[in-house]
Nanobody, 127 residues
């Protein structure tokens, strides 16, 4: 197992910023593509962003483009989601996910499910 632990969520006003972190344990973390999903109140879980195992390829949902950035530091076994210009509709529980098969961000995004999931971190954006 590769436990994934999210952190960095909280309450922020509209227009503010947050940086989420996803810490992974396991020496093979650097070969895993990873991504972020979110589930808002009364909504289905939706894709937010993904990053390939090399940290080169990225993919974003339309709602995240231009406002969110995804990155990873394999030396620290950590993935990040920098969220700027937050809106009330960004309110959700954010989850990180990872796959065992090395791939880029587009391939990660194309899968219906993933091998590993974190427990989630709450992000609340007030208007």
């Amino acid at each position: 197992q590769v436990p994934l632990v999210e952190s960095g969520g909280g309450l922020v006003q509209a227009g503010g910023s947050l940086r989420l972190s996803c810490a992974a344990s396991g020496r093979t973390f650097s070969t895993y593509p990873m991504g972020w999903y979110r589930q808002g109140p009364g909504k289905e879980r939706e894709f937010v962003a993904a990053i390939g195992w090399r940290g080169v390829s990225t993919s974003f949902a339309d709602s995240a483009k231009g406002r969110f950035a995804i990155s990873r530091d394999n030396a620290k076994n950590t993935m990040y989601l920098q969220m700027n210009s937050l809106k009330p509709e960004d309110t959700a529980v954010y989850y990180c996910a990872a796959d065992r098969v090395s791939s880029g961000a587009i391939s990660f995004r194309s899968r219906d499910n993933h091998d590993y999931w974190g427990q989630g971190t709450q992000v609340t954006v007030s208007s």
